[in-house]
């Protein structure tokens, strides 16, 4: 199922995927290509300039967020392993106009895949 999932969101357009540790963040945007090879899923292509490889035996649970902010609610989906830590989140980005209002169609991508897989997903 975690592949079914990253499938699904590597194709939105506008997605912020980031890996965060102690001493240094990445960012890669969206769209991306996704295969899996044994444990491995290699989000991008090997030869591009940014991609990343996710281990999918350490990936325990995900969850959907919408985290409210003073003048707009975050939106993404958080991957974390077994000691319920963050490995990697895809923050939708572009989710307001110019007058920070919310474009629906955008809401609307992110409540579809939180219906279809639920707030909570355990893989």
Do not use: C
Not at 64 to 86: A, G, I, L
Not at 95 to 108: A, G, N, V
């Amino acid at each position: 199922m975690l592949f079914e999932l990253l499938s699904d969101i590597v194709t939105i357009e506008n997605l912020l995927f980031v890996v965060k540790s102690e001493g240094a963040t990445s960012e890669i945007r969206s769209p991306l290509s996704i295969k899996q090879r044994e444990k491995w899923i290699t989000l991008g292509e090997n030869d591009d300039p940014a991609h990343m490889h996710v281990n999918s035996e350490l990936i325990s649970h995900a969850k959907f967020v919408q985290e409210e902010k003073p003048e707009r609610t975050s939106f993404s989906v958080r991957f974390y392993n077994k000691d319920n830590q963050r490995v990697l989140a895809a923050f939708f980005t572009k989710m307001y106009d110019d007058s920070k209002t919310l474009i629906p169609e955008r809401k609307k991508m992110y409540d579809e895949l939180n219906e279809k897989y639920s707030s909570k997903i355990n893989f």
